[in-house]
Nanobody, 126 residues
Framework: VQLVESGGGSVQAGGSLRLSCVVYGYSYSTWDMGWVRQAPGKAREGVATIKSDETTYYVDSVKGRFTISQDSAKNTLYLQMNSLKPGDTAMYYC?????????????????????WGQGTQVTVSS
């Protein structure tokens, strides 16, 4: 099982980026998939999740700005990020797991993810 992210980069506040994650080794449509970010000195945060039934969840801080989606034919997960803020600066990881729990503020419990990509850096300048 391998997850390979791409699409990170540096943008100014208000800009957009789209992250992609290609999944190798299994048919991920039966798994919960998500995007997790980690800023320097901070804990990992599950910002967007798409469950195996295609229900989506977002942490409160990105609702209305980020959109998670998938293309099953391409085994690819996406994260469209709009209206980016300096606070979104972090390493973003694609992750997969079974029965990932969602907290009250919409964040995924990262302990529920079993497989992780190598990460892609997103930097937002003011």
């Amino acid at each position: 099982v391998q997850l390979v992210e791409s699409g990170g980069g540096s943008v100014q506040a208000g800009g957009s980026l789209r992250l992609s994650c290609v999944v190798y080794g299994y048919s991920y449509s039966t798994w919960d998939m998500g995007w997790v970010r980690q800023a320097p000195g901070k804990a990992r945060e599950g910002v967007a999740t798409i469950k195996s039934d295609e229900t989506t969840y977002y942490v409160d801080s990105v609702k209305g700005r980020f959109t998670i989606s998938q293309d099953s034919a391409k085994n690819t997960l996406y994260l469209q990020m709009n209206s980016l803020k300096p606070g979104d600066t972090a390493m973003y990881y694609c992750a997969a797991g079974t029965a990932v729990e969602i907290t009250a503020n919409g964040a995924a419990r990262v302990e529920g993810f079993d497989y992780w990509g190598q990460g892609t850096q997103v930097t937002v300048s003011s």
